[in-house]
């Protein structure tokens, strides 16, 4: 993952992290005060609870009249329905409040993310970021659908138990004081590992989800190659790893629990042994011990509940700081702050002046080295040369995926970075080498080229891509679902859905890479008939390795180490030699 390492793992720092949940929190204010309404009755129905059982010690058995027994056991009903009413509406408006805050998070976090630019998810790993999605938010909604509301109530429930154990038998609350401090101990000594542990916890588990994404996604790569239990040892690999770690993080927690627990009971076990004492030396009731104790164990409860809750706070805050990590990622290809808008119409023409680029990863192999060319409105250009000479990150340079290193591009005479960067890319349909399709319909494929097409436009497109006839032949035709990443198609039926989508863009710059590659001759003629058309008044540039798909080009630009070696016409290329004769020498020969 591209995103470094804290340098800072104070607790506060990690603690931090959790303010980030506010924003997110902050809509739902109704829901966040319907809870504490909720949560402050439901606290005082259980602080009245001892009370009741007092009374009911104290007055209900001894009393002569059963008027008295019902009025005492009917009023401890009716604090038991005031608790259950109040709980069932506290866990309603915590539970809602926490499924709204997760899904708004999870919406912020795509659409942030969504809009990075290309060289954030060059060097990311799209699994790891699946992962933050998924697994990260719903620990964090964990915490604020369960985990916030037990360690609040239990903080409430604790401050009132002291109050009415001080109120109720201050003798015994002096011992009682001296214990609880001890169970807080093991939280503040344990703590600093649970949060590296849950941390570390998430980690694995991304390293995992990464390996699987990866993959799952090239599963016919896997299985030609036979890697399956290859494949299979790797993630059950990741997966051990994440286990061990998860196990020491549960281990932690276990100690942590037992100590708290042992703690609790002991300081109960003494506070019944004075209070017995006292009570055979008629110091005391035996129904007011017996509320003492009530809320030396609701006090105790308290404490033994904020350990646990505890260590599902150290692991929300460790999840929250890898969200808040994606959150703090800046794209560097941004809108400018005063954007010129483009000519319209659009001629579409197109300039490189100097262009000068290297990829981020690559810093001393420069892409594109004094790069200058110049298109003309209407012209179809040909990038040719072998691997690498820079014809792709022309390309990207365009779709303004990065910024030249020096040197400017231009198209109309406006500069690329002095435009939207929806304006550009709205001016622009792009064939790729490499079609990508989306689990959907054969439609709503076509329809990634310009959402608010009608279906008559879709059909259109699909007849001029040569696509209509293998669509329609499809059990549902164009509402025929085409599988996650257009598994139950050919090659050469998703490059068709992607000539669709370009010619449905009907943008005045048109990019074809490698646009044609996946067909056979008899679909490629007809491919070639359909581009012609549409490359009419429009600006058109072409990336081709087979020499025999570029040569109605206007003109044929030669490209070899990131400069342009030639240019010319097909014939007048070949007449001047060189690498394009070369390279032509190579492929009609052979």
């Given amino acids: 993952m591209s995103v470094p390492p804290a340098t800072d793992t104070s607790p506060k720092r990690r603690l931090g992290a959790l303010r980030q949940l506010w924003p997110f929190l902050k809509p739902h204010r109704a829901l966040a005060m319907g809870w504490l309404l909720f949560l402050g009755i439901s606290s005082a129905a259980t602080l009245v609870l001892p009370m009741a059982v007092r009374h009911m010690i104290d007055q209900g058995f001894g009393a002569e009249s059963a008027a008295t027994i019902n009025t005492t056991f009917l009023g401890l009903f009716g604090v038991a329905l005031v608790l259950a009413a109040s709980t069932a509406a506290r866990y309603f408006c915590i539970t809602l409040l926490g499924e709204r805050a997760l899904a708004s998070m999870r919406s912020k976090l795509y659409g ?155 300081a109960i076990t003494l506070v019944l042994w004075i209070g017995a004492r006292d009570v055979l030396a008629g110091h005391l009731t035996a129904g007011l011990l017996s509320q003492f104790v009530l809320y030396a164990i609701f006090a105790a409860g308290s404490v033994a509940s904020l350990s646990e809750v505890w260590g599902d706070v150290l692991r929300a805050a460790g999840a929250m700081e890898r969200i808040g990590e994606l959150f703090q990622e800046r794209a560097e290809i941004t809108n400018p702050a005063v954007p010129t808008p483009l000519p319209k119409p659009m001629s579409g023409a197109l300039r490189f002046e100097q262009v000068s680029f290297h990829y981020p990863t690559r810093p001393d192999a420069p892409a594109l080295h004094d790069f200058d060319l110049q298109i003309h409105p209407g012209e179809t250009v040909a990038l040719v040369g072998p691997s690498g000479a820079g014809k792709s990150t022309v390309f990207a340079l365009l779709l303004r995926f990065y910024d030249p290193q020096s040197g400017r591009i231009s198209v109309d005479g406006v500069d690329l970075r002095a435009l939207t960067l929806s304006d550009l890319r709205g001016a622009i349909a792009l064939v790729p080498q490499e079609t990508v399709i989306f689990s959907g319909s054969a439609a709503d494929n076509i329809r990634f080229g310009r959402q608010d097409a009608s279906d008559d436009e879709v059909r259109d497109a699909a007849r001029a891509a040569e696509a209509h006839d293998f669509i329609n032949a499809l059990n549902e035709g164009y509402a025929s679902e085409l599988g996650e990443r257009g598994v139950r198609l050919s090659g050469g039926q998703r490059q068709r859905i992607a000539i669709a989508r370009a010619i449905l863009r009907d943008a005045p710059l048109l990019l074809l890479d490698e646009a044609t590659s996946a067909l056979d001759a008899q679909s490629e003629a007809a491919i070639q008939q359909a581009l012609e058309r549409l490359e009419k008044g429009r600006t058109t540039l072409v990336i081709a390795h087979r020499l025999a798909t570029v040569q109605r080009a206007d003109r044929i630009v030669v490209m070899d180490g990131g400069r342009i070696v030639a240019q010319g016409t097909h014939e007048s290329l070949l007449a001047e030699g060189g690498l394009y004769a070369e390279l032509a020498r190579l492929q009609f020969v052979a």
């Fill in 112 to 266: 942030h993310v969504i809009r990075l630019d290309v060289g954030f998810f060059e060097r990311s790993r799209v699994g790891e970021l699946i992962s933050r999605l998924g697994t990260d938010t719903e620990v964090v909604q964990a915490l604020i659908g369960s985990g916030i509301s037990v360690a609040l109530r239990s903080t409430v429930t604790l401050i009132g138990a002291v109050v009415a154990m001080v109120w109720t038998i201050p003798r015994l609350a002096g011992f009682t004081a001296l214990v609880i401090p001890a169970m807080m101990l093991p939280i503040l000594l344990f703590g600093r590992r649970v949060r590296k542990l849950s941390r570390a916890s998430q980690d694995r588990l991304a390293d995992a989800a990464a390996i699987a994404n990866e993959t799952l996604n090239a599963a016919p790569a896997v299985k030609a190659y036979a890697r399956e239990d290859i494949e299979s040892t790797r993630y059950g690999g990741a997966i051990a790893r994440a286990l061990a770690t998860a196990r020491k993080r549960i281990g932690t927690r276990s100690l942590l629990t037992a100590t708290v627990i042992v703690l609790m009971f002991g």
